[in-house]
């Protein structure tokens, strides 16, 4: 089992449209001990439950940009990281 870690989240102010919906840009920082080569970004929020593929991943430090639905109420988010096979 590879492991996979995430070191920070950092919400910035562009937003792209999709469809009728914005998307936010998150900035993320992943540590990972060996590669990955299917790791996929798991979100969870009210009204939301997505996965993202991360595609190949180093090992090593990896920085990258994914863009997360737009919450118009604030509230808890969580973010997993999952493995194998995704």
């Keep these: ?16 449209r999709a469809g009728d919906a914005l998307r936010q840009r998150v900035h993320l920082t992943l540590e990972s001990g060996t590669a990955v080569p299917d790791a996929a970004l798991s ?7 997505e996965l993202q593929p991360l595609h190949q991943l180093k090992a090593g430090s990896t920085e990258l940009d994914v863009y997360l639905p737009d919450l118009r109420v604030p509230g808890p988010v969580t973010l997993g990281l999952l493995t194998g096979g995704v």
């Design 1 to 16: 089992m590879e492991r996979l870690n995430i070191v920070s989240v950092e919400p910035t102010v562009f937003f792209i």
């Design 43 to 49: 979100v969870r929020a009210a009204g939301v439950d």
